[in-house]
T-cell receptor
Framework: GNSVTQMEGPVTLSEEAFLTINCTYTATGYPSLFWYVQYPGEGLQLLLKATKADDKGSNKGFEATYRKETTSFHLEKGSVQVSDSAVYFC???????????FGPGTSLSVIP | GAVVSQHPSRVICKSGTSVKIECRSLDFQATTMFWYRQFPKQSLMLMATSNEGSKATYEQGVEKDKFLINHASLTLSTLTVTSAHPEDSSFYICSARDQDEVWGAGTIYFGEGSWLTVV
């Protein structure tokens, strides 16, 4: 079945460090891929998405590129801030009316 | 932008009672909504797909008689946790898809979530 795997956390970085959170997926066909962020005590927010191979999603300095050859959608940010501390979920949806399948989440803590 | 609202955001109930959580799409119509459950420090697990005007589709292992879902209109789905027990304490979050959005540009909108504590 469809699934999403993320790197284990928690991840702790100093402010202005480079961030990479690895995400790989298993799915048939061409799913759409997402990164969601959950700040402490809050619900989910869509961070970025990509709907086809080689698409790059970007938002708030975060980027992720849909790599079909490696079935990956790694999240990157060049310079993290304390306010980026949150849990990040990689996710996929197979079809336009399908459910979203989430990875286990990666907790990020950014220290001053 | 599109907004999905959940109510209540936090609820405490006694063991054995039932509690209802509402999920509303505020400015769009949603024939399909999804209910997820999140245990502390874990990922979100899909519980069921709520279909307007028909029965919900439950994921394997989810008790349909315990988690009653009703999707009576294009803007409202409700999740009722019946005979709640402490192990039902969790974060419940819904999502909805704008039925008029073209896929690709469309987005799945999530509610703010509801914290349920059963004492």
């Amino acid at each position: 079945g469809n699934s999403v795997t993320q790197m284990e956390g928690p991840v702790t970085l100093s402010e202005e460090a480079f961030l990479t959170i690895n995400c790989t997926y298993t799915a048939t066909g061409y799913p759409s891929l997402f990164w969601y962020v959950q700040y402490p005590g809050e619900g989910l927010q869509l961070l970025l998405k990509a709907t086809k191979a080689d698409d790059k999603g970007s938002n708030k300095g975060f980027e992720a590129t849909y790599r079909k050859e490696t079935t990956s959608f790694h999240l990157e940010k060049g310079s993290v801030q304390v306010s980026d501390s949150a849990v990040y979920f990689c996710a996929l949806a197979k079809t336009s009316y399908d459910k979203v399948i989430f990875g286990p989440g990666t907790s990020l803590s950014v220290i001053p | 932008g599109a907004v999905v609202s959940q109510h209540p955001s936090r609820v405490i109930c006694k063991s054995g009672t039932s509690v209802k959580i509402e999920c509303r799409s505020l400015d769009f119509q949603a024939t399909t909504m999804f209910w997820y459950r999140q245990f502390p420090k874990q990922s979100l697990m899909l519980m069921a797909t709520s279909n307007e005007g028909s029965k919900a589709t439950y994921e394997q292992g989810v008790e349909k008689d315990k988690f009653l879902i009703n999707h009576a209109s294009l803007t409202l789905s409700t999740l009722t946790v019946t005979s709640a027990h402490p192990e039902d304490s969790s974060f419940y979050i819904c999502s909805a898809r704008d039925q008029d959005e073209v896929w690709g540009a469309g987005t799945i909108y999530f509610g703010e979530g509801s914290w349920l504590t059963v004492v």
